[in-house]
């Protein structure tokens, strides 16, 4: 599997496509990392150095492998955190560029835009450009609940809500929707959940809450999890168990060590052979 990721990008820590990328090559994928800022950390710690990049120069690198002919051979593209409405434009493109040299490609979009903690925390924009522009180009759509009810323009406090929040997603054209994290009125309160959605069915994985520190980067590696195992098993269902069984490890890893930044690196074996494994609920 090949795979063409359009996201940030920081030295210290693992957020975007220092989250995602490595977990993915861990499986035996081949990425194409393209970064559309480069950090020294995520901006959550409060001072960062480094720059964002606009969207030509985005266009710039992928024009760059696409002259060596690789696109052909590229099986999806991941994007995540959009920092300006040119760059999401440019991941667009790219996706056109991908689909026009292979037609069974992917896109995996992870429509990050905010969360129940901070709220919205991208530009003014960029929410309407994901519900308009991004939602409906994609394949398979990652986000979290906040997002979800973004999107969807729905409460997604019951399992039922959710479910038809994910139906109205889809109906604006991604096949597949997961949420990365979901917590309803059936959701005990020591637990969460993760849904996934296609063809008109639901799935749910329910893992134990972590007493986990507020570590950023965890929805970026989830999406990379999911993309590559739905594409290996074309099953929601499936990749859903993989991914969670995943996620969690690196997050109990990360909870037990008292990290600040996720052990991308020392919990990977996590990510080919998870200590646990949580049921895949029909619901």
Not at 268 to 274: G, S, Y
Request: charged residues 20%.
């Amino acid at each position: 599997m090949k795979v063409l990721s359009i996201q940030s990008h920081v030295a210290y820590g693992h957020v975007g496509n220092a989250s995602a990328v490595f977990p993915m090559q861990r499986l035996g994928v081949e990425v194409w990392p393209v970064h559309t800022v480069q950090f020294s950390n995520h901006t959550g710690y409060g001072a960062w150095r480094g720059r964002v990049f606009d969207g030509p120069a985005v266009e710039e690198v992928v024009q760059g492998v696409a002259e060596r002919g690789a696109l052909k051979h590229c099986d999806a593209v991941l994007s995540g955190y959009m920092g300006s409405a040119d760059i999401g434009t440019a991941i667009l493109r790219a996706v056109a560029a991908v689909r026009a040299a292979n037609r069974e490609a992917l896109y995996c979009c992870d429509p990050v835009i905010g969360d129940t903690y901070a709220g919205v925390y991208v530009r003014p924009g960029i929410a309407d450009f994901m519900r308009d522009q991004a939602v409906p180009a994609a394949d398979i759509l990652t986000p979290n609940q906040f997002e979800l009810d973004l999107i969807a323009g729905s409460p997604t406090d019951t399992l039922d809500g959710a479910k038809a929040a994910v139906s109205a997603v889809q109906a604006l054209g991604p096949k597949v929707v997961l949420v990365t994290s979901l917590a309803t009125a059936e959701t005990p309160a020591d637990s969460i959940d993760m849904m996934a959605g296609e063809g008109g069915s639901f799935w749910r994985v329910r893992t134990p809450r972590l007493d986990l520190k507020a570590v950023s980067g965890a929805g970026d590696a989830v999406a990379a999890l999911y993309l590559v195992h739905y594409w290996r098993t074309r099953s929601a269902a499936l990749a859903l168990g993989m991914a969670a069984a995943s996620i969690h490890g690196l997050l109990r890893r990360t909870a037990e060590a008292g990290a600040e930044e996720l052990l991308t690196v020392e919990a990977q074996d996590e990510f080919v052979a998870p200590t646990s494994a949580f049921p895949v609920e029909t619901v």
